[in-house]
């Protein structure tokens, strides 16, 4: 559980430090944007360091975590429902992500 609520904390961080300079990029907003922005980034990167497995584990099943909640976001964010075949795609990569981080010790 531990492990899935550090990948959320890790996405959401990831997420908002790419999307606040879209806004400033895409819409106009702010360029002090770009602060709040980097500061989400350098937690992002942060909270990677926390996992207890191989990096390279943990960059591979993050991704699967990611996917998910950016669906998550631009149902939330974007006022965009996901599809069908969204949902899909990440339940296949959540279970990607599950392979990765819980299989047997060796």
């Known amino acids: 559980m531990r492990t899935l609520l550090l ?13 606040l300079p879209y ?14 922005a980097a ?19 943990v960059y591979a099943a993050y991704g699967g975590v990611y996917i998910g909640v950016a669906l998550l976001w631009l149902w939330a964010v974007d006022q965009i429902r996901p599809t ?11 279970a990607g992500m599950g392979i990765i981080m819980f299989q047997p010790s060796r």
């Open 7 to 19: 990948f959320l904390a890790t996405a959401l961080a990831e997420i908002a430090g790419c999307y």
């Open 23 to 36: 806004l400033w990029l895409k819409q106009g907003r702010s360029i002090l944007l770009l602060i709040p």
């Open 39 to 57: 500061l989400s980034l350098a937690l992002f990167a942060w909270l990677l360091t926390l996992h207890e497995t191989a990096a390279g584990r």
């Open 84 to 94: 069908a075949w969204d949902v899909a795609g990440a339940a296949v990569a959540l």
